[in-house]
């Protein structure tokens, strides 16, 4: 049984890599990247795989059963890219995919959730058997702009009260290696999120008492958001995707109170505290 995973050497595939090295062989894993060379430290089978280069896509999947496709990043082309990649796995006859989706992809309000549906309707045409991960958001989204709010003196953004319930990349790796390597999740959607929730006034607020000062959360409007975020530089498509992803935040799109990332882990998801700490030490 021969596992492929794309985008192996992103943050979370390298991560996907390390937690199935401890559960099969690593002659059972393949890594489908599109540098080789960022790949050369993994000591697996490492094959080209770019999902703009569908002519090559079928052949980089010989001998492969299972396959983890890691949602592309580059939003506005992912349709077209993971299209690729399902008609590449319909001809090389992968038995399984396994999508990283997006938390209540087929109810969310912000706009990321689109290729997202798109993808999980292409796979359940294929007529390929397939299991999605809906994956909340990252903890390392917020945490990673830690330092930045510190000097500014102020979290920002626009999700105003809205809960979110995010976990770590290790988080959603660990779940993605579980499914990958145990039976009795064909067909299934997986609404993946943190075991607690927290308001960007929480997360203020945690960063506040780590640090022993006042860091308050200012919230702006999608456009204030958007345009504090293009005066730092953010290039402005993504400037007005990142202040709609917080509106969807503000619905709750982030927010989802089950228990099945820690349950598909068997163990509690990283509270967000640890990983404010981590990102302060
Ligand atoms: N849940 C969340 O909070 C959240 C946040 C951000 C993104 N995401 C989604 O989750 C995915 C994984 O997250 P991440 O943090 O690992 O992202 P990442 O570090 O940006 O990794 C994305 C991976 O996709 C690969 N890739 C991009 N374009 C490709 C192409 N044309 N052909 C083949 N591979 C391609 C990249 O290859 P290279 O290594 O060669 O660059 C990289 O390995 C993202 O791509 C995005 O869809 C989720």
Known sequence: MKIGITGATGQLGRLVVEKLQQRVASDKIVALVRSPQKAKTFGLQTREFDYNKPS?????????????????NQVGLRKAQHENV???AKQANIKWIVYTSLLHADTAHM?????HIQTEQMLADSGIPYTILRNGWYTENYSASVPSSIQAGSFYGCADEGKISSATREDYAEAAAAVLTT??????????????HYTL???????SKQIGKEIPYTNLSEEGFAAALIALEVPEE?????????????????YDPGHTLSELIGRPTTPLSVVIKRELT
């Open 56 to 72: 090559l896509l079928a052949a980089s999947l010989k001998g492969i059963d299972s396959l983890l496709l890691i949602s592309a």
């Open 86 to 88: 399902i008609n590449a």
């Open 111 to 115: 706009s990321l959730a689109t290729e």
């Open 183 to 196: 039976e009795g999740h064909l067909g299934k959607v997986y609404e993946l999120s943190g075991d607690d």
């Open 201 to 207: 006034s929480d997360l203020a607020a945690e960063v």
């Open 238 to 254: 993504y400037a007005k995707i990142i202040a709609n992803m917080d509106v969807g935040a503000a619905k709750d799109d982030l």
